[in-house]
Structure formats: C-alpha cells, structure tokens
Antibody, heavy 123, light 107 residues
C-alpha cells in the first residue's frame, strides 16, 4: 500500500526557512515523479513544485521560484522541499503527491497524496 | 500561464440529482491532460478522473468526464451523500495548474 507522510511543518517567522520532508513507502520511489501542492486556509489547491524520478529535472510555480528548492533522496525514499525567505502568503497545508504513472515525462495526474503538513508564517 | 476557471463556485443540489461542473481553460489543454479531484473537509484530494474522461481506480461510474480543448465537464449522474465535497480540475503535463474549485453542497 502506498503511503506518503509529510513532516516539518511548523510556525516560522517571516523571512525564515524551513525544510519539509515526505517519507514514501509501498512503491518504488525512484521511478515516479513527485509533486508538492499547497492549500492556504480555506482556499484552493496550488501547484508548488515537482521533480523527476532521477532528481535532475525540476519545476516551480512562479509564486515560489527562487525561494524554494525541491529535492529527493531515492536511497532514503524521501522527498524534500527547502523553503527560504518565507512570507505570510506561504501559510498553507503542504501536500506531497505521487504521479499516477512512472513515465519519463510528467504526463500524469496525481494519484496518491499525503495528509499534509501545516506551515504557518507569522510573527 | 494557463488559467482554469471552474463554474459554478457553489452548486446546491439534493441527493439523487445530477451535478454538472465546468472547467474552462484560458488556452487549449494538450492531449486532454485534464484531471478532476474531489476533496472533503480535512482530507487530502482524491483523484477522480484523468485524460478528461478516464475514471481513476475505484471511482464509481456515476462519475463521468468529457471535453477537449478549452472546455471540460465533470458530471455526477446521481448524487450520493458522500459526493458532497469540493471538486478541482487540474491541467497536468507540460505545466501544472489547478482550477479554483466547485463546492457541491446539500440543498
């Protein structure tokens, strides 16, 4: 059974940094694209970042570009999101999610989701 | 950037009724890379449909999707009590964007 468990969310001051983790199990982690998607309180879903199975290719939403870095450790079956220069508008539940298929190109929707970790940016 | 506009914002219906949700893209969605997700309060989103019209594993056949280009529709033929939730469309593939969501509430 596929499991994705996010951790690392906490209260952080504006301008601060945080690293989120997503521990994956139940599938061959190194074969799948992985995504981070966030949801501000009471708002809709927003794509944040994604990373190819080999960890080489990445992409980011414009709203976080230059402040956020996605990475993965395929030996540890773990996905990361390093967040710097945090702003109030980054306050959200952050979900990690796995693509439906293991294509080399990211041509799949998100089949499995974690339960999310809450990041609150406030002084 | 592709903007996905979902309508209506809220749909008030009774169990047993038919729900029709719309997702309109500002540019054509390549290869029908359009997905629908259901989200209930306090839960992660759940994949319902992809490729505009393919049901994900375990999704009942009262859910159906259609459309191409810039106009897509999710239809729930007869609403069950567990279907009252928020629904999001998503373009995936070359770029990834979500629509703003449609809340299906009990009338």
């Amino acid at each position: 059974e596929v499991h994705l468990v996010e951790s690392g969310g906490t209260l952080v001051q504006p301008g601060g940094s945080l690293r989120l983790s997503c521990a994956a199990s139940g599938f061959t982690f190194s074969r799948y694209w992985m995504h981070w998607v966030r949801q501000a309180p009471g708002k809709g879903l927003e794509f944040v970042s994604r990373i190819r199975s080999d960890g080489i290719w990445t992409s980011y939403a414009e709203s976080v570009k230059g402040r956020v870095t996605i990475s993965r450790d395929n030996a540890k079956n773990t996905l990361y999101l390093q967040m710097n220069s945090l702003r109030a508008e980054d306050t959200a539940v952050y979900y990690c999610a796995r693509s439906l298929g293991d294509n080399w190109n990211d041509e799949n929707p998100l089949e499995y989701w974690g339960q999310g970790t809450l990041v609150t940016v406030s002084s | 950037e592709i903007v996905l506009t979902q309508s209506p914002g809220t749909l008030s219906l009774s169990p047993g009724e038919r729900a029709t949700l719309s997702c309109r893209a500002s540019q054509s969605v390549s290869f029908r890379y359009l997905a629908w997700y259901q989200q209930k309060p306090g839960q992660a989103p759940k994949l319902l449909m992809y490729g505009a019209s393919i049901r994900a594993t375990g999704i009942p056949d009262r859910f159906s999707g259609s459309g191409s280009g810039t106009d897509f529709t999710l239809t729930i033929s007869r609403l069950e009590p567990e279907d009252f939730a928020v629904y999001y469309c998503q373009q995936y593939g070359g770029s990834v964007f979500f629509g703003g969501g449609t809340k299906v509430e009990i009338k």
